[in-house]
Every structure is written in C-alpha cells, then in structure tokens.
C-alpha cells in the first residue's frame, strides 16, 4: 500500500515558527509562478545602528521562494527547499512598509530559480534583491512521524 503524500502546509505566520512570524512577513497573493507580500519594518528587526538587519531580508527571500516554488509543485507531489540564497541589501531602512514580490526565473522538472524583491512603499526604492535556487523534493509520506 503506497501512503499519499502530505498536503502543502499552512503558511500563514500564525502557522509559522517564531523564526518565520518573527520576521512578519505576509503572504498577499501567491500563483505557481508569482508572489507579492508584504512586511512592515520596525525596531524588532533593527541592528544596533537602528537599521533594518540584512538578514531579515535574506528571510524574506528564501521565505517567499520556496512557499511560491512549493505551491508550483504541490500537484507532483512535491515541495521545494533553498539550495543556494543569494540577496543584495542596496539601501539601508529604518523602518515602515515594504512590498516583496517573487517571480519564477525558471521552473523545471528537479530545480526551480526565483527572483525577489523588496521595495520601500513609501519611497517605491529597492532595499533589498534576491535570487532562490531551489531543488524540487517529495512531500514526506502523510503516515511518517
């Protein structure tokens, strides 16, 4: 008897661990090829120097990768895990609302690459860019602990 896979986990920060809610990214919208978000900056998650740590922004983009690559494979059976995170902090932030959006550079069969971006609302300035690798795995079998 084969086991059916588990369904694609809630991903809502209620949901999250406190590593994922603490960073407070939500999740507007998302397709198997695209997903816009949001997150509002503040002194959580400030460096001593009072601007927004990098690697929030690094969070950001692995989160809104692999729950938008995950989504795209979920009928196969499947979810995608980062493999390689690379992300650009090209401005420095003290704080208010940034829109993120995540966008498929390619999807294939083992691997996926996603672009995401996130910008100052107030500004409409990029503060901080990055691309996702991420390699195409079985959900785990739903009678597995």
Same mark, same amino acid.
């Given at each position: 008897?084969?086991?059916?896979?588990?369904? @694609?986990?809630?991903?809502? *920060? $209620?949901?999250?661990?406190?590593?994922?809610?603490a &960073?407070?990214?939500? %999740?507007d $919208? %998302?397709?198997?090829?695209?997903? !816009?978000?949001?997150?509002?900056l503040g002194?959580d998650?400030?460096?001593?120097?009072?601007v @927004?740590?990098?690697g929030?922004?690094? !969070? %950001?983009?692995? &989160?809104?990768?692999? @729950?938008a690559?995950?989504?795209?494979?979920? $009928?196969?059976?499947?979810?995608?895990?980062?493999?390689?995170?690379?992300?650009?902090?090209l401005?420095?932030?003290?704080g208010?609302?940034? &829109?993120?959006?995540?966008?498929?550079?390619?999807?294939g069969? !083992?691997?996926q690459?996603?672009q995401?971006v996130? !910008?100052?609302d107030?500004t409409?300035?990029?503060?901080?860019?990055?691309? *996702?690798?991420?390699?195409?795995?079985?959900?785990?079998?739903?009678?597995? &602990?």
């Amino acid at each position: 008897m084969t086991a059916k896979p588990a369904s @694609v986990p809630d991903v809502s *920060l $209620e949901a999250a661990s406190r590593f994922v809610a603490a &960073s407070g990214f939500v %999740i507007d $919208e %998302i397709s198997d090829a695209r997903l !816009t978000g949001h997150v509002d900056l503040g002194e959580d998650h400030f460096t001593p120097w009072g601007v @927004v740590h990098g690697g929030l922004y690094t !969070t %950001i983009v692995e &989160s809104a990768g692999s @729950v938008a690559a995950s989504q795209a494979v979920a $009928e196969r059976g499947q979810y995608a895990v980062g493999v390689h995170n690379a992300t650009d902090f090209l401005r420095p932030s003290s704080g208010g609302r940034a &829109s993120v959006e995540a966008e498929a550079l390619q999807q294939g069969r !083992t691997q996926q690459l996603w672009q995401v971006v996130i !910008t100052d609302d107030a500004t409409s300035k990029v503060l901080a860019r990055g691309q *996702l690798r991420l390699q195409n795995v079985p959900l785990p079998d739903s009678d597995q &602990s």
